[in-house]
């Protein structure tokens, strides 16, 4: 067969403010892939399927220089997340012609890998679609039954308040939170994500565009759980309503991605007065002690219906750049997926 | 005898920023008291020794209206914090004459009291100054004694920042780092004070006045554990230092305390990337589970000479409101106690 196009969703520059699709990234079509022939060195050759888009790429979208937990996307490379491909050769006795792989992918259409225990081979007997594997069943999942799991200590009576709960890491929390017999509050940025989270159990969801989430803790609080996932004006009116010894679960600070001046939040001396317990993660960090049960029990608890999602999808690679955008002003109404190729 | 001067030490204003010794407090030798022949109905009459000053009490000088972790002092009534008296006479089998008591005292010469299980019968017989019992053998030792036990985690090789590290409860902690085996960094804000973070085992100790804290941490840093006594810029700059998976000790944030409009922290994204573990506390809450350890084991150590400590005397209760204002504006050295009467 001749050689394919192999697509390339680049990192092209830092972005100020918000990410600019065909600016701060751009997608390349100049390389092709003999997928027949191409050496493959004694790695696999994938056909990548889905691609996921998470808030905290964002965070990558910098300048080298500038520290974080995570390394910098390097300028003039692809982009790289979490995603499922389709084995389509190897020479590696690990993986098969047919396999899916979850694990970290380059954005490219088609990739030779030669580490195989850096991916997942997904057996998926649930016979779940492959995307749920990037969001509910893949990192945001395991990001939100990990930490849950690690610091949510609930007890009877308990009052959690979840933010972006429309999402693939709120949304999940909301429904732990219920099956732990929690009262949840739970935040979105729109009237359809609101009905949503009410529909996986939220006892009071509202829209934080509408309405100040601080009245509504004032009225439905004090919470003994936060699950932030903004940060900001949203970190300190749940300080404000905050119980004694409540539980802060820090999972993330969008409201700080695409600013040079984040928010000041002034009364932190909540964190002394109401003797909270404030824990900050990063999912790999608390991933070994719950990854088998997350694969051999929460895995089925979506499979059967139990745990609801929403996703996002965005067909074709060229389109990740608005993808990126729409997570990142909060258009997606659900999990944000590329979907890079059918089977 | 004829009736004495029973002098009281009374709230009478809310103050705007800063205390205001004459105007938010006020000094009134109005009342006597008959020593002889008061009514004790039951309880036993004391003759308060030493009262304590600390910088959460700005924190009671507040408007009632305004909620938080302690009660707000009463308008005309006399300010209460920690002390030592010595019981004059009794009708309480439980306190005895000579008895000398640790508790919460209004601040007054005299003061009749029912409630004996509210004190603690101090035997001294480490024979330390009444002072020390309210210092780093009183509430402010136990707030360093109980936090570092139960959130510092420590561990070889880690790095300790503490603030305020010449005052009561940063200098104990200073010294229980150092009896650890870590390396600690301390803050203070006057160069005697920095020569006596120094000389309790401070391996580096600097004035915050004119070094900045966050040069400091940059080269001496990262740090594992931060303990805070101070909030505002303190804390910002300890969280661009800290080291993964590092724990904030929140014990105060005095930055806070005098002003409307507190700092507002804008890089509390670093609790996520870094991890953090951040724990605020009152020291009461967490009081049951080491208090024997405190007085059968550390007050030893304070007597044998190998805890060090610093008091600041001020003598006269009239005098009381001065010293409220230098523990608010840092211009004591050590441990502030108002010595009320000598026996």
Redo the contacts between chains.
Sequence with gaps: MAPVTNGRFLFNEVPEGFPVPGKTTIYDASQTIDLDNADLQGGFLVKVLVLSIDPYMR?RMRHPEKK??NAPFTIGEPLANFGVGVVLRSENSAVKPGDHLYGFYPFVQYTIQHNAQAFRVLENKENLPWSAYIGVCGMPGETAYYAWKEYAAPKKGDVVFVTTAAGPVGATVVQLAKADGLKVIASAGSDEKVAFASSIGADVAFNYKTTPTRKVLEKEGPINIYWDNV?GET?EAALDNAE?GARFI????IS?YNTQ??????????????????????VG?IRDKYVDEFYSKFVQRVASGEIKYKEHLVRGLENAGEAILDVQSGKNFGKCVVVVADE
């Design positions: 965070g974080s937990y940060g970190l004694k820090e999972c993330g600070m700080s001046k984040p928010y000041g939040v002034t009364n932190l001396m909540k964190i002394v007065a109401q003797e909270l317990h404030i824990h900050g993660f990063i960090s």
